[in-house]
Nanobody, 125 residues
């Protein structure tokens, strides 16, 4: 497992942008495929986006496709989630997650064995 620390959450108005960051510690960052998930109050944790170990493949949920962009900088040991055109329904705690394989698209919570503590994103209307 690897320790993950998210940052960049906050309160924004609808239509604005936020950029989340996640910085793993410990082992070499490039061995992990990464994902972003979110969880709103009373709801299950849901997939947002994922990226393969060297960034060649990215996947998005239908609800964020075209608005959010996942990227990574292995030299800086950081994965990012750029969130544009935010909507009130994007309000949730956002979690960074790591898995040790590039197999599949990484859309399921069960595929990941390391999780961050989460960062709150609140979008006001």
């Amino acid at each position: 497992q690897v320790q993950l620390v998210e940052s960049g959450g906050g309160l924004v108005q609808a239509g604005n942008s936020l950029k989340l960051s996640c910085a793993p510690s410990g082992r070499t960052f490039s061995v992990y495929a990464m994902g972003w998930f979110r969880q709103a109050p009373g709801k299950e944790r849901e997939f947002v986006a994922s990226i393969s170990r060297y960034g060649g493949n990215t996947y998005y949920s239908d609800s964020v496709k075209g608005r959010f962009t996942i990227s990574r900088d292995n030299a800086k040991n950081t994965v990012f989630l750029q969130m544009n055109s935010l909507k009130p329904e994007d309000t949730a705690v956002y979690y960074c997650a790591a898995r040790g394989t590039d197999y599949g698209s990484g859309r399921r919570v069960a595929e990941y064995n390391s999780w961050g503590q989460g960062t709150q994103v609140t979008v006001s209307s």
